[in-house]
């Protein structure tokens, strides 16, 4: 079976132990729910944490060992001058016993009988690889229902035990993402600091050209290389500035008209319909900015005299706002909502106007989740990438005109690692520096919204 079944075969069982462990409390108790410690569902979430918890750390444990055991005895079972081979040759014999074991093509115009034969031996140890896990996974499961079972007594204390079992597992998963944000950081900063071996580190934040084209050859020339990320990191403002400007009015005040004005029937369908922009995939924003909002925009300029390109930080910076509405309305059509009632009536019972609440009462009061909201906006604008692509080009331009090509931080990351270039050039390694740069940047995003929430809300709590 596939690991895909396995996880719903066990997943069946649990439930199947949940309804066990349910039933059986019952009737120990003689079907009084008063004579049991804990309600009869914890009793079946008892039986059910039993029957989960070693399948999936089994399940985890072979997905984790099960390719380097088999590797190990294929590579075991062929002939003495094969396993002798250095690493690159055997890992690509290796992919080939496995293509051939599936039937798909390999890289050897020939198949000699070695490898039909390896391929054979590894077809038989991964069929018998997933049998005995299916055998282990059944058996595992089931002896812990029936271990949990016999435990089911009136006096067992369920609810303590799942509780503490749920903490340890909400434990594990705040782990689980603390490590993974801090491996991320790690991964980014051992590649910039190879990056920085090769390009000083001044030279990237403060240069003002960007042309990361390396030398492939040694005899090659006028492809040294300038990575200065100024233009980058001006463009990827440009153009978010440019979305917020649209998205950060718009945004604010059909969250004003919906939390204060609409009626309950018109909010219930005008918020859905906004939502909806955010679902629309980038790509097609793209398609939009290209084929319809840059020409509009270029057409616009020839007719006032103003030269506009065909690939415009204005063209995508709009398509952009566009694109962010819901993240600033919805959000903070949701938090003035939530600002309690009693502060809209003491306004009003002092003589305000509803405007004159809403700006000196509710928005005040509402100003930590507006200013979340804007930072979500804002995030996703600079993290943005198939609209510049389509829209505003490739070209690193240190510029404030919006009419020009820009190109920002996110498009070089994806243009760096596409291609031949090999992995240990400045030029590919400069993706991980722009992707720290990056990170730099959002961070001090959150620290000046932490900073502003903090301040305001102690005037309003």
């Not at 989960?52 to 003495?80: C, K, Q, R, Y």
């Amino acid at each position: 079976m596939s690991f895909p079944v396995l996880f719903g075969v066990l997943a069946l069982l649990t439930i199947f132990g949940y309804f066990l462990g349910r039933s059986r409390a019952l009737a120990t108790a003689g079907g009084h729910v008063r004579n049991l410690h804990s309600l009869p569902n914890y009793y079946g979430y008892y039986i059910g944490l039993w029957c989960a918890v070693p399948g999936f750390l089994l399940l985890l444990a072979w997905m984790g060992f099960e390719t380097s055991i088999l590797d190990g005895m294929l590579v075991a079972s062929l002939p003495a001058d094969k396993q002798n081979l250095p690493a690159a040759e055997l890992s690509l014999l290796i992919n080939d016993v496995k293509n051939l074991s599936h039937g798909d093509v390999t890289s050897r115009e020939v198949v000699d009988v070695a490898l039909q034969d390896a391929a054979d031996f590894y077809a038989h140890i991964k069929s018998m690889s997933k049998m005995l896990l299916t055998g282990i996974l059944v058996v595992l499961a089931c002896g812990g229902i029936l271990l949990a079972r016999q435990r089911i007594a009136p006096e067992l204390r369920a609810r303590n035990s799942v509780e503490k079992a749920a903490m340890v597992i909400m434990i594990i998963c705040s782990t689980i993402a603390v490590l993974t944000t801090l491996g991320i950081i790690l991964s980014l900063l051992f590649e910039s600091l190879r990056f920085f071996e090769k390009v000083h580190p001044l030279d990237f934040v403060f240069g003002l050209e960007w042309s990361p084209q390396t030398a492939i050859r040694k005899d090659q020339v006028g492809a040294t290389g300038l990575f200065g990320a100024i233009p980058l990191l001006a463009g990827t403002m440009l153009i978010s500035l440019i979305a917020m400007c649209v998205a950060a009015p718009v945004g604010l005040m059909a969250a004003i008209y919906m939390s204060e004005y609409a009626p309950s029937k018109v909010r219930g369908t005008v918020k859905p319909m906004l939502e909806i922009l955010a679902g629309i995939p980038t790509v097609v924003y793209g398609f939009f900015a290209a084929l319809t909002v840059a020409p509009f925009f270029r057409d616009w300029g020839l007719d006032f005299g103003l030269t506009i390109s065909s690939e415009s930080a204005l063209a995508a910076g709009m398509v952009m706002g566009i694109m962010i509405i819901p993240f600033v309305s919805s959000l903070s059509d949701d938090v003035m909502s939530a600002v309690p009632q009693s502060l809209r009536e003491g306004s009003y019972g002092l003589g305000a106007t509803k405007s004159e609440t809403i700006r000196q009462v509710i928005l005040p009061a509402a100003l930590p989740g507006i200013v979340g909201s804007l930072l979500l906006a804002v995030s996703r604008a600079i993290g943005e990438t198939m609209i510049v692509v389509m829209a505003a080009g490739l070209a690193a331009n240190l510029t404030a005109n919006p009419f020009e090509a820009v190109t920002t931080v996110t498009v070089q990351i994806v243009t760096l690692l596409v291609g031949d270039q090999e992995f240990d050039s400045a030029k590919t390694l400069a993706a991980f520096a722009l992707g720290l740069i990056l990170f730099c940047v959002t961070l001090v995003l959150n620290i000046i919204a932490l900073t502003i929430v903090n301040k305001y809300r102690e005037q309003y709590d």
